[in-house]
């Protein structure tokens, strides 16, 4: 039942991530704030992976972990290249 | 004597995930405070890195636990390599690309000392 | 966008990605993958090959134009349905022809995997064109 | 040996260009070869067909529809094949020499060809929707031939004016084959009239009668449509020779006279034949004396022809409509192609202007004169025995309505004359009279080559022939024809040869000579009937409904019309414009449809307790993720930079992928995950392009965009609640679990346990081909169009 409580910190984490990337005042907040978002997607995907038992989930989590930090590079990228063209 | 081996083993890896799993948890709510509490840009960067890695670290570690096959807990293996590579890489070029922008940083700064090395290449 | 760091991780990271990508499309066909997923995860592998070299690079690793990829996408899903045909059997029914590999035991390739190649190929190329005129032309 | 002919042609229309380049002035005599041996072939034919027989050929084409690809020659198509075959043979030698070094004669020869052949394939078919593809053949020919002197505006405009009214005229024939075919039951020609009583009994026949008359009318310039056939004389003169007036104008009368066996005891269609026929006599006859242009007076005499022929059909007296279809071909084209030799030769388009000409052109005078002559109806000529049984059929035609028939003769008699008055004008004219305007020719006039000479000389000899000795061509083919016109009741063949209607006085032959004498008179005295009739031609243009057509044509297509008003409300340039215009439409749409049928109302009652079954702490965590996508999607609408709004979409996306895996999809989070991460790369680069973000849109404007936001977001709301209604049946998921792993060994397996790929790659995978073949051409284009934009100074690249 714990996993439950667990669920609901990630859950509350997730609010907190967003508010901050709502707020965040300069883009990189944002684009940070997101990166996080995106791991505790990963991090929920893990926890339904045991909750439902299906080991499958995985793959998925391998997935995001891998191409999440692509999106954040681009951010960055397109964030350098604003500065000077 | 196996039977007490069963139970012990059962009951700890449950025990095991579930301490996992909470350290996870708690080290997500940590990096999400972080990202909240944090003056400027940078400080909040480290610290969802940080604290998002190793959260999300710890949960795919359970996994692992959870489930006591092979090819699961390899994977979850390759999760946790991967992640502990491209996190730091992003923060890097986030930073990075941040710095150049002139994202403001925090007044008490002590020092800076990326202020003069880098020339607008 | 010349870090180095991340020109060191993408050579690290680049034949992961790849192989990673080809992994899910092989397995396609009992747990989740498929050529679409796999096209994808390999187009952003090229896609962080891109961002740290720079475009012409990606063209010269890849050293065939990006359309000749596609045609032979497509020609491959097209082909696959042949056996079908010549079987008598509507156009692109699937033929399995089984045969056991040394050391794996029994190993069946069918029509399906030559098209989930020809898909994955295809979402690829396309995906890949698509974005690297983009990031060129910007 | 039929379709061998027909094939030939249009191959040879292919290759026309190519032989043109190939082989220069000599492609016309290898183009003639292929009509010539139609010619010939049709010859042999004539014999056994006048007899009644016909030859079959037949394919089976679109089974499902009952189309079969078949035809059918009998006495009227062997007519009409002799007609298109002969004429033609003798127009492409024509042709060959008046075109001489014009640059793009070997695309006229591939029109001409091109039309030859549809022409042929429809007087052959013996299948409606055949026929009709044929006559739309036909029509775009014309066009082309028509439009062929493009430079000139005038031939641009007329060629126009053609299409669209055969083509409008074409689409109702269309209407009224296909209610044909339902009431008949068959698309094939020949049964629908060897049964004409089912057509009577079914009330539709009336209405496909009416749209197939409507679709001959207009091809044949009928009294209310034949404004296009004197403007059509922009083209070419052998285009003018063949199409409008051998052929192409004739092929309603052919329809008319294939299909008359079928309705023949109709009262209806006998008067509208009738009328319209009589109408288009008398008017096109009338006009003819009105035109001092060579071509306009031959173009409305074709006209005043053709409403003799539908009339005589109309009447009931199929021999004679059958001896004016034949002797209307033979003059009218020889008097064409000479008007085409004047014109090339002597450069005067004007009769009047013109004069003396025997002394420098004699054959050309001659041929003229025979022909002129045989429109006029003068005796011993093929055109006298025509018009004698005109005269006969209107007098006591049997199969039209009695009670009016003096009527009729009154007026063939009147267009008789005014024929006559035509015939003279074209044929005697400028040649034997003096020449009354002082000046050169604009072009030294000199006898036309031997090859543009050898069609005319060949039509006046069977006009001459056909006259004296009707047995040797004219008589089997005058009484086939009328044969199969008539259909069931047996026509009463009068004799044919011109000497012994000369000679055996009747009522007919009294007439024959009123209108001669008239005619001349008229002739002579045509400068005072002019000015007389001047007046009058306010009221003939205006029946012309010419100007109708041009009111409606401008209406629809010119400057301030409904078109152009049209574009610039939709395609105004500005992508919200088009945006809005989308998505507004498929709310009405798709919403209109949804709460008409759907009732949308009780599905919301029915759907709420759908998912009882879930833990509840699952349905938690989803009304979380659901409420970060509103809270994001708000966001998003607020942000100032785009880059923000960006990485808010980025937040929907990596929610809705988390909401998948709740959902137990593991390959469509994935899919949704990779495809999220790569549409934002993409919308980076896309905003790299775009200038300094500003807001355009003003106050109202926004809250417009948001009111059409949210009624398409309540849209996809409701078809998502509405499809909860529905109860699912699972009987397709069963099936693809089955086919996927059978249970039972054996039945044909796909071997694989994620349903979701089996299904893409397996079951369905034609409809993925199709997918990635369409993503294949879509990636070509947007690499095309950037590398447009490429070409223009790129910034830097990537670094």
Redesign the interface.
């Known amino acids: 039942v714990?996993?439950l409580?667990?669920l609901g910190?990630?859950a509350?984490?997730?609010i907190?991530?967003l508010?901050?990337l709502l707020l965040g005042p300069?883009?990189?907040?944002r684009?940070?704030?997101l990166?996080?978002l995106g791991?505790?997607a990963?991090?929920v995907i893990?926890?339904f992976?045991?909750l439902i038992?299906r080991?499958v989930l995985?793959?998925v989590?391998?997935i995001m972990?891998?191409i999440?930090?692509l999106g954040?590079?681009a951010?960055?990228?397109f964030?350098?290249r604003?500065?000077?063209p | 004597m196996n039977e007490f081996i069963t139970t012990a083993s059962v009951w700890l890896n449950y025990g095991l995930?579930?301490v996992l799993?909470?350290i996870?948890?708690?080290f997500?709510?940590m990096?999400?405070?972080g990202?909240?509490r944090m003056p400027d840009?940078y400080t909040?960067?480290q610290a969802?890195?940080k604290a998002?890695?190793l959260?999300?670290g710890c949960?795919?570690l359970?996994?692992a636990t959870?489930?006591t096959?092979l090819?699961?807990i390899l994977?979850?293996i390759?999760?946790i390599g991967?992640?502990f590579?491209?996190?730091p890489?992003?923060?890097?070029?986030?930073a990075?690309?941040?710095y150049?922008?002139?994202?403001?940083l925090w007044d008490k700064t002590a020092y800076d000392e990326m202020r003069g090395c880098y020339d607008?290449? | 966008m010349?870090?180095i760091?991340?020109r060191t991780?993408t050579r690290?990271?680049l034949p992961l990605l790849i192989i990673f990508s080809i992994i899910v499309l092989l397995r396609g066909h009992n747990q989740p993958g498929g050529g679409f997923v796999g096209g994808l995860l390999a187009t952003s592998a090229f896609m962080l090959y891109a961002m740290a070299f720079g475009v012409p690079a990606v063209y010269r690793i890849l050293r065939l134009p990006l359309t000749t990829y596609i045609a032979v996408g497509l020609g491959m899903a097209l082909v696959s349905g042949l056996p079908g045909l010549i079987e008598g059997s509507p156009f692109l029914y699937g033929q399995w022809v089984g045969f056991t590999v040394t050391g794996f035991g029994e190993l069946k390739i069918g029509t399906p995997l030559l098209f989930d190649i020809g898909v994955y190929l295809t979402v690829l190329s396309v995906c890949l064109l698509i974005l690297l005129t983009l990031a060129e032309d910007s | 040996m039929i379709v061998g002919t027909l094939a030939a042609i249009f191959l040879l229309a292919l290759l026309a260009p190519t032989l043109h380049r190939a082989m220069g002035r000599a492609t016309g005599y290898v183009l003639a070869i292929a009509p010539l041996v139609g010619f010939v072939y049709y010859l042999t034919q004539m014999t056994g067909v006048g007899a009644g027989g016909a030859t079959i050929v037949q394919w089976a084409w679109a089974d499902s529809l009952g189309v079969r690809f078949s035809f059918r020659v009998d006495a009227l198509s062997t007519l009409f094949a002799l007609l298109v075959t002969g004429v033609g043979t003798g127009i492409v030698l024509y042709a060959n020499s008046y075109l001489d070094g014009h640059p793009k004669r070997g695309r006229f020869f591939g029109y001409l060809m091109g039309f030859m052949g549809a022409m042929l394939g429809l007087v052959l078919a013996d299948d409606l929707i055949l026929l009709f593809i044929f006559w739309e053949l036909t029509s775009i020919t014309s066009y082309l031939l028509i439009g062929f002197d493009h430079e000139r505006e005038k031939a641009r405009k007329s060629a126009l004016q053609a299409l669209v009214i055969t083509g409008l005229g074409g689409l109702a024939m269309l209407a009224g084959m296909v209610l044909l075919g339902q009431i008949a039951g068959t698309y094939s020609v020949s049964e629908i009239v060897a049964n004409p009583s089912t057509l009577a009994a079914s009330p539709l026949t009336l209405g496909a009668m009416i749209l197939i008359l409507a679709g001959a009318f207009t091809k044949s310039a009928q009294f209310p449509f034949h404004f296009w056939l004197p403007n059509a004389m922009e083209a070419p003169s052998p285009v003018s020779a063949y199409l409008h007036s051998s052929t192409m104008v004739k092929a309603g009368v052919y329809l008319v006279a294939r299909m008359n066996p079928a309705f023949a005891d109709d009262p209806a269609w006998q008067w509208t034949l009738a009328g319209f026929g009589g109408a288009t006599m008398l008017l096109g006859s009338y006009l003819a004396t009105r035109q001092t242009y060579y071509k306009k007076v031959l173009a409305y005499t074709t006209v005043g022809s053709l409403g003799v022929m539908v009339m005589l059909i109309g009447l009931g007296a199929p021999q004679a409509a059958a001896a004016y279809i034949l002797a209307h071909a033979l003059f009218k084209g020889a008097l064409f192609l000479v008007a085409g030799i004047v014109d090339h030769e002597a450069g005067e388009k004007d009769t009047e202007r013109m004069g003396g000409l025997f002394g420098t052109m004699p054959v050309t005078a001659i041929i003229a004169l025979v022909s002129g002559l045989s429109m006029a109806g003068v005796p011993p000529l093929l055109g006298f025995v025509g018009k004698e049984l005109l005269l006969k059929g209107s007098l006591h035609a049997h199969g039209g309505p009695q009670e009016a028939l003096w009527l009729w003769a009154a007026i063939a008699t009147i267009s008789g004359a005014f024929m006559g008055v035509a015939g003279l004008q074209a044929g005697f004219r400028p040649f034997f009279m003096a020449r009354t305007v002082e000046g050169e020719f604009p072009k030294h006039p000199h006898e036309a080559p031997p090859p543009m000479l050898i069609g005319p000389i060949v039509l006046t000899a069977l006009t001459i022939v056909g006259g004296l000795v009707p047995a040797l061509f004219a008589v089997p083919l005058i009484n086939g024809t009328a044969a199969s016109i008539a259909g069931t009741h047996e026509p009463e063949l009068a004799k044919l040869s011109a000497i012994y209607l000369a000679t055996h006085p009747n009522m007919a032959l009294l007439l024959s000579g009123v209108a001669l004498t008239v005619g001349v008179a008229l002739f002579l005295a045509r400068g005072p009937w002019r000015r007389i009739t001047a007046p009058l031609d306010r009221f003939a243009s205006l029946a012309g409904c010419e100007r109708l057509y041009n009111v409606l044509f401008n209406g629809v297509v010119g400057p301030n019309s409904l078109a152009t008003f049209q574009t610039r409300l939709l395609q105004n340039g500005y992508l919200r414009v088009y945006v809005q215009v989308t998505v507004l439409t498929t709310i009405l749409l798709a919403g209109g449809l949804l709460f008409w049928q759907g009732g949308v109302v009780e599905s919301f009652r029915g759907a709420i307790p759908a998912k009882a079954n879930v833990a509840w702490t699952e349905l938690l965590f989803e009304a979380l993720l659901v409420g970060m996508i509103c809270v994001a999607a708000v966001a998003a609408t607020q942000m100032r930079g785009r880059l923000s709004t960006i990485a808010v979409l980025g937040v929907v996306g990596y929610s809705s992928a988390v909401i998948f895996v709740l959902f137990g999809a593991p390959d469509v989070a994935m899919t949704q995950f990779a495809v999220e991460t790569l549409t934002v790369i993409i919308f980076v680069f896309v905003v790299y392009h775009l200038p300094r973000f500003a807001v355009y849109s003003s106050k109202p404007a926004k809250f417009a965009d948001a009111a059409i936001g949210i009624a398409f977001g309540l849209l996809m709301a409701s078809f998502v609640v509405s499809s909860f209604a529905t109860t699912a049946d699972d009987g397709i998921s069963w099936f693809y679990n089955q086919a996927a792993l059978p249970d039972v060994p054996g039945q044909h397996a796909a071997y694989g346990r994620n349903l979701v790929n089996v299904i893409l790659v397996d079951f369905r995978a034609l409809d993925t081909l199709g997918e990635i073949a369409v993503l294949g051409l879509a990636a070509v284009g947007v690499y095309t169009l950037l590398r447009l934009r490429q070409d223009s100074p790129a910034q830097g690249g990537l670094a």
């Not at chain 1, 300069?26 to 907040?29: A, F």
């Not at chain 2, 150049?100 to 403001?104: E, L």
């Open positions: 714990a996993m409580f667990v910190t990630l509350l984490a997730m907190g991530c508010i901050r300069t883009l990189p907040d684009v940070v704030a990166d996080l791991m505790f990963v991090a893990a926890l992976a045991i038992g080991p995985l793959s989590c391998l972990g891998l999440l930090f954040t590079a951010f960055a990228l964030l350098e604003r500065a000077r | 995930t579930m799993v909470l996870g948890g708690f997500s709510i990096a999400a405070v990202l909240l840009v909040r960067m969802a890195t998002g890695t959260g999300v949960m795919v359970a996994v959870h489930f096959r090819d699961v994977e979850s390759l999760v991967m992640l590579i491209t996190a890489i992003a923060s890097h070029l986030i990075r690309a941040a150049f922008t002139g994202a403001p607008a290449d | 010349n870090s760091i991340l991780a690290f990271m």
